[in-house]
């Protein structure tokens, strides 16, 4: 596998060709993962905190009871966004898949319209794929949770010291099933380009996956690790320029708020905020674009050896 000319390939694409930033930016919709908020209670007032989490709980279900219609109008444009919103980036996936592959044949240059239209026709493919490894994931954090509220239980009623299995056994578990998570990936990537590439049907897309990564394991785990050192590197480049961009608009705004006062700053601090998502965003389908090109080159070098 000629590593570098992939890279220099995908930087290449990138640069020619704008509509796969458009489409990466669309992409990048649904790519990432979401942070959760963990929040904690003294033990020290339990009794009131208990009171308090009632009582908010019971305004809110009283809320919901007295806007029934306004709740379940939310609900259903919360929906019809979220539809929307993976249709939509789910579409853009497959194009970009699509385009590069086409443009690898010769046949036509990555262009926005064509790509996004030819990409529809694969969405709920793309949606049953990634909700079947979803499951298989979770399916298996299920087992891994279960087992693991055992050992602890088993610990408690039996003896302490069998912590001491127990806990490199759990580590072994939470181990594997990241490796599994990790493999599952894998299975993820080359089946949505078997669905765009090959027409596959979701089970057979990833049957052929599934043999690719067999066969061709150590050529996986080595475009895997530059993925992630790619990503690595891009997260930095990306967090130093909004770094700069967001300082410079900060100091902006300070001095527009001593010569203007606060409406103009408001005006600015407007302006100012949708630039820097704009430019977030655009840099976030860059990098999805290139990510996508890379593992389409990378596809289509595997099928050929």
């Known amino acids: 596998m000629k590593w570098k000319e992939i890279l220099l390939k995908a930087l290449d694409y990138i640069k020619k060709y704008r509509a796969l930033w458009y489409l990466g930016i669309l992409a990048a919709l649904t790519e990432g993962a979401s942070g959760g908020n963990f929040y904690g209670f003294n033990n020290g007032s339990g009794g009131n905190n208990s009171t308090e989490i009632q009582s908010s709980l019971n305004k809110v279900v009283d809320w919901i009871s007295g806007n029934r219609l306004e709740v379940g109008v939310l609900l259903v444009a919360f929906i019809l966004i979220s539809w929307i919103i993976l249709y939509i980036s789910y579409s853009a996936r497959a194009g970009l898949i699509y385009s590069i592959d086409q443009t690898e044949l010769g046949e036509k240059k990555p262009e926005f319209h064509q790509a996004f239209h030819s990409g529809q026709k694969y969405f709920w493919r793309f949606l049953g794929l990634t909700l079947l490894i979803a499951l298989m994931v979770f399916a298996v954090a299920f ?28 580590l072994l578990l939470i181990l594997g099933i990241i490796l599994l998570s990790v493999y599952l990936n894998w299975i993820l990537l080359l089946g949505y ?21 067999h066969h061709h394991f150590s050529d996986i785990i080595l475009a895997w690790l530059i993925q992630a050192a790619i990503g690595i590197a891009a997260g930095i480049a990306t967090a130093v320029v909004l770094l700069v961009v967001g300082g410079a608009l900060f100091v902006i705004g300070a ?42 080159l990378i596809y289509r070098k595997l099928i050929m050896q």
Request: charged share 10%; hydrophobic share 65%; glycine share 8%.
């Open 193 to 213: 380009r078997e669905i765009v590439i090959k027409n596959r049907k979701i089970i057979v897309a990833i049957k052929q996956a599934r043999e690719l990564v």
């Open 255 to 296: 001095g527009i708020y001593f010569a203007g006062g606060l409406t103009a700053v408001i005006i600015h601090g407007s302006i100012a905020s949708a630039a820097f998502i704009a430019l977030t965003l655009l840099l976030a389908g860059i990098i999805n674009a290139y990510i996508s090109i890379y593992w389409t």
């Open 143 to 170: 087992v891994l949770v279960g087992l693991i509220a055992i050992c602890i239980v088993l610990a408690v009623s039996v003896s302490i010291w069998f912590l001491i299995v127990l806990i490199p056994l759990g």
